[in-house]
């Protein structure tokens, strides 16, 4: 059985838990956060607490916080050459106090607190700075049911400004979207097939290869009639830079038509 301390209440903290609490390989020992009354509900299933000095032994602590308290708690842990481990996407494994051995376990997905999530689906970059703990790692990984990749801080640096764009990004899209129909009294929900199938294409083609529309297409009219469309000058000049991109990307010369003469990057093939 692995005892976890958990450091923090936010929507990976409480996702951990839940995930955590429904193994039967994962004892949660107790539960850290400065502000008590995050926590206060769980009061009656585990240990919960908001001071330091109460912190039990466990065989990992796990500090689920914003990344800008991950270097400070590190170093206000008050014990020394146990395993602690960040969640961050973007915070390197050295920012944490040496004191300590140190790990990441990063849970690539997006998580809100009131959304279910299966822990099967969702990989986890896993980073240790000494050798011994990388099986352990791994183990905790598995006992939650998920995949876990060794990822060194770099790689999950350039994961996480990857997901930024196909998440956060892609997302803000979706609100734009909304507004936009909003402004005629349009269901969003008429849009969440597309939304859907265009998230499916992708596990089987490439990004470019499952690249359609009027940008690529080189559809002057339609691009102008759009542009006349959008209200919101914000809006306006986003449209204009995806298309500029989608263009340049696929070979598209305003100019004149021509074939794409792009050349796809690596691994690009479609199936």
Not at 49 to 72: F, G, H, N, P, R
Request: proline share 3%.
């Amino acid at each position: 059985m692995i005892s976890v301390i958990l450091l923090g209440a936010g929507n990976v903290a409480t996702h951990l838990y839940k995930a955590f609490k429904s193994s039967e390989s994962v004892k949660v020992a107790q539960w850290y956060n400065r502000s008590y009354s995050s926590i206060s509900s769980y009061a009656n299933e585990v240990e919960t607490t908001d001071q330091l000095s109460d912190l039990k032994e466990a065989d990992i602590y796990i500090m689920a916080v914003s990344d800008d308290s991950i270097s400070q708690l590190s170093k206000d842990l008050p014990f020394e050459n146990r395993l602690i481990a960040h969640t961050s996407g973007s915070v390197s494994i050295h920012d944490m106090d040496k004191k300590n051995q140190r790990a990441v376990f990063y849970l690539l997905q997006t998580f809100s607190k009131e959304a279910e999530l299966n822990f099967s689906e969702i990989p986890i970059c896993i980073e240790v700075t000494e050798k011994l703990n990388l099986q352990f790692m791994k183990d905790l990984a598995a006992a939650v049911d998920c995949k876990p990749y060794k990822i060194n801080t770099e790689q999950r640096q350039t994961l996480h400004l990857s997901a930024v764009f196909v998440n956060n990004f892609t997302n803000q899209l979706y609100r734009i979207a909304h507004e936009i129909s909003d402004t005629k009294s349009i269901n969003f929900d008429i849009l969440k097939p597309l939304i859907l199938e265009t998230a499916k294409k992708v596990q089987d083609m490439s990004p470019y290869m499952a690249q359609t529309g009027p940008a690529k297409r080189n559809d002057k009219k339609t691009i102008k009639r759009h542009l006349k469309q959008i209200e919101s000058e914000e809006h306006k000049a986003i449209y204009e830079l995806l298309t500029t991109s989608i263009k340049k990307t696929h070979g598209v010369t305003t100019h004149r038509k021509t074939k794409s003469i792009h050349k796809k990057p690596k691994n690009e093939t479609g199936h």
